[in-house]
C-alpha cells in the first residue's frame, strides 16, 4: 500500500472512530438520568456498542502505526479530534439526544454497510461485524423518533425544535474529505456525497411518518470543520472530562 | 449493590397479625416453613405485604441512586476496558431496578408511585449513597466493597419466602458478583500501581470505611418483629451476622494488598469473632433522616431527571392515535 493511500485510510478511520467514541460517551451522560429506566439501559448499551466499536478502529489505526488506543483517545486534546460537530453537542433534553442518535446511527448504519464490501480488508472485517450492532440502534432510534414525532402536541414540537437545530450540524457529518477520490477510486470507500444521498432516502419515510418537516433545502448550511479539527467549545471540556484520570499519572495502569 | 433495607424499630410487633384470620394465617406460616414461595396471587397478611413492598422498594430505589456517584465516574474512567465495564456494570445496576420494581408491583404498588415516594423523600434507600465520590479509587471501593456487602445480604434474601423476589435476587447476585470482581481488580490494581495510585485508593478506603460499617444497619434488636421477619422470611439474617460475615470475608484480603483500616481496635478475637469499634449509630441515623453530605444532591438530580423526561412519559401514554399538526 502506497503512503497516499495509507494516510487516506488512516483520515477516514480517524473520523469514523472519534464520531464513535464521542457519541457513545455522550450517550453514556445518560445513565441514570433516562425519562424511564428501559432507555436508561438502552442508552447505555448503544453507548457500550459505539465505545467497543471505535476502540475496534483505533485498533487498526495502531496497526497502521499509530499509537495505541488509550493514548490516542485519551492523550489528545479537542484539536486533534475529527469527529463531525453534530456528537460534540450536550445531549441537551430527550428530544435532542434522541434526534441526534437517529440521524447519526441511519448515517453510521450506511457507513458500515458500504465498507463491508470495501478493498481495505480489515476495515471490511470491522465493518461487517458492527452492522450487525447498528441494526438495533437504527431500529431504537426509528421507533422513538415515530413515536414522540408524532405522540401529542409538546413532544411534536420538541422533536421538530430538535430536529431543526440538529440538522445543518446532521449535514456536517458528510464533510468532504480531500482524499475522496483515491478512496472511491481503490474501492476503499464509497465517498460522503454517495453517503449522504443515500442517508437521505433512508431518513425520509420515517421523517414522514413522524410528521416532522425537513428544513427547506435553500436554507441548508452543513457545519463543516470537525473533521479537520474545527469544534465548537463544547468538545473540549468532554476532552478534558474524558482524560482527566488517565492524565493524572500517565506512567500508571488503569 | 444494595444496602440493608431499614426497618422502624419502633413498629409495633403487637399490630403485626392484628386482624388476620387465624386460620389463613397458619396455613400461610405453614407453607413458609415447609419452604414453599409466596407467589403474588396466593393469600397473605397485609403486613407482610407492607413489609415486602417496603424492602424491595428500598432495595430498587438503592440501585438507581447507587447509580449516580459510580455513575459520574463512566465520564471519566481511564481507558477503553475501564469504561466499557463500568457502563455495563452501572447498566446493571439500572437493570436491577427495573428488575425489583417489577417484583414489587406484583404486590400492588405501581413503579410511578414508588419513584414519586422516593423524590418526595417518603421512602428510604442504601445510606452509602449518601456519601460523595470523591475520586475514581472512591468508585473502585464502592464497586467492590459495597457491591460484596450487597452481595451478603442478597444471597440471604434470595433465600425468602417471596417468590418473585427471590427470582430476581437470584439473577442480581450472578450479576453482581461480576461487579464484585471487576471492583476487585480494579482496586488490586491501584493497591500495587504508582504511588499516586496507593494514595488514591488508601484515602478512599478510609473515607468508606464508616459507611461500609453502616451498611448492614444496627444491631438487631432481637424483638417480636424481628422474630416474625425472620420466621415470615423476609428477614433472612440478622444485621450483625452480615457484617460479621462481611469481615471475615474482606478485611484479610484489604490487609492483604497492604492497605490499612481506620480502626484500631479491629481483629479476630480468639473464638473467631471480629472485634471492633462501634460505628458511629448517630450519624447513622442522622444521614438516613437526610443529614448526609448528598442526601439533598441525590434527591435532587433524582427529581430533575423525572421532571425532565415527563413529557417523554406522558407522550408514551397516548394511545395509537395520532397526532396531526393543524394545518393552519
Known amino acids: ?254 | 449493590m444494595y444496602g440493608n433495607a431499614y426497618i422502624d424499630p419502633n413498629d409495633k410487633a403487637t399490630a403485626m397479625t392484628a386482624g388476620e384470620d387465624p386460620k389463613k394465617l397458619e396455613e400461610f406460616e405453614a407453607r413458609i416453613a415447609r419452604g414453599e414461595k409466596i407467589e403474588p396471587m396466593d393469600w397473605m397478611p397485609k403486613e407482610y405485604r407492607k413489609q415486602l413492598v417496603r424492602m424491595i422498594e428500598q432495595h430498587g430505589h438503592s440501585e438507581i441512586i447507587g447509580a449516580l456517584p459510580e455513575g459520574t465516574w463512566i465520564t471519566r474512567a481511564p481507558g477503553f476496558r475501564r469504561k466499557l465495564a463500568l457502563m455495563a456494570k452501572v447498566q446493571d445496576e439500572v437493570g436491577h431496578a427495573q428488575l425489583l420494581y417489577s417484583a414489587a408491583e406484583t404486590l400492588g404498588k405501581s413503579r410511578e408511585a414508588m419513584i414519586n415516594d422516593l423524590i418526595t423523600g417518603k421512602s428510604k434507600y442504601s445510606n452509602v449513597f449518601n456519601y460523595p465520590a470523591f475520586t475514581w479509587a472512591d468508585a473502585c471501593i464502592i464497586a467492590w466493597l459495597i457491591d460484596a456487602g450487597a452481595i451478603i445480604n442478597q444471597v440471604a434474601n434470595a433465600k425468602g419466602s417471596y417468590g418473585p423476589y427471590c427470582r430476581a435476587l437470584d439473577r442480581i447476585c450472578t450479576e453482581e458478583s461480576f461487579h464484585l470482581k471487576y471492583g476487585h481488580d480494579n482496586v488490586v490494581t491501584l493497591a500495587t500501581g504508582t504511588p499516586k495510585q496507593r494514595e488514591m485508593v488508601q484515602a478512599a478506603l478510609t473515607r468508606w470505611w464508616p459507611p461500609i460499617m453502616h451498611f448492614f444497619g444496627p444491631s438487631d434488636k432481637i424483638s417480636n418483629h424481628t422474630e416474625i421477619l425472620m420466621r415470615w422470611k423476609v428477614k433472612m439474617a440478622t444485621n450483625d451476622d452480615m457484617r460479621q460475615q462481611f469481615l471475615n470475608m474482606y478485611v484479610p484480603k484489604i490487609w492483604d494488598l497492604g492497605l490499612t483500616l481506620p480502626d484500631e481496635n479491629l481483629k479476630k478475637n480468639a473464638e473467631g469473632k471480629w472485634e471492633y469499634t462501634e460505628p458511629d449509630w448517630e450519624e447513622f441515623k442522622r444521614v438516613i433522616n437526610g443529614g448526609g453530605p448528598c442526601n439533598a444532591e441525590r434527591l435532587a438530580v433524582r427529581r430533575n431527571a423525572e421532571e425532565r423526561g415527563r413529557w417523554v412519559r406522558e407522550a408514551l401514554n397516548t394511545t395509537e392515535s395520532k397526532y396531526i399538526v393543524p394545518l393552519a
Open chain 1, 1 to 254: 500500500m502506497n503512503q497516499n493511500t495509507t494516510d487516506a485510510i488512516k483520515e477516514l478511520l480517524y473520523k469514523m472512530a472519534d464520531d464513535l467514541l464521542i457519541i457513545g460517551h455522550r450517550n453514556s451522560e445518560w445513565t441514570g438520568l433516562g425519562p424511564i429506566l428501559e432507555e436508561d439501559i438502552s442508552f447505555s448499551s448503544m453507548a457500550q456498542d459505539k465505545i467497543g466499536q471505535a476502540q475496534a478502529l483505533y485498533v487498526l489505526l495502531n496497526e497502521l502505526g499509530e499509537q495505541e488506543p488509550d493514548t490516542v483517545a485519551f492523550m489528545r486534546n479537542a484539536n486533534q479530534f475529527h469527529n463531525s460537530q453534530l456528537v460534540e453537542l450536550p445531549n441537551g433534553e430527550y428530544d435532542f439526544s434522541l434526534v441526534r442518535h437517529f440521524l447519526f446511527d441511519h448515517a453510521d448504519q450506511l457507513r458500515f454497510e458500504a465498507l463491508a464490501n470495501s478493498s481495505y480488508e480489515p476495515l471490511a472485517k470491522v465493518a461487517r461485524k458492527v452492522k450487525g450492532e447498528l441494526k438495533y440502534h437504527v431500529f431504537h432510534g426509528n421507533t422513538w423518533f415515530v413515536k414522540l414525532g408524532s405522540a401529542n402536541e409538546e413532544s411534536h414540537n420538541r422533536m421538530q425544535a430538535a430536529f431543526n437545530e440538529a440538522w445543518n450540524y446532521a449535514l456536517g457529518m458528510f464533510e468532504p474529505s480531500k482524499n475522496e477520490d483515491l478512496l472511491i477510486g481503490e474501492g476503499i470507500f464509497e465517498g460522503e456525497e454517495t453517503l449522504q444521498e443515500k442517508w437521505l432516502a433512508n431518513i425520509t419515510p420515517y421523517i414522514i411518518k413522524a410528521g416532522i418537516s425537513i428544513p427547506s433545502s435553500e436554507t441548508w448550511k452543513p457545519v463543516y470543520g470537525g473533521r479537520v479539527g474545527n469544534h465548537t467549545n463544547h468538545l473540549s471540556p468532554l476532552v478534558e472530562e474524558m482524560s482527566e484520570v488517565f492524565r493524572y499519572d500517565p506512567t500508571a495502569e488503569w
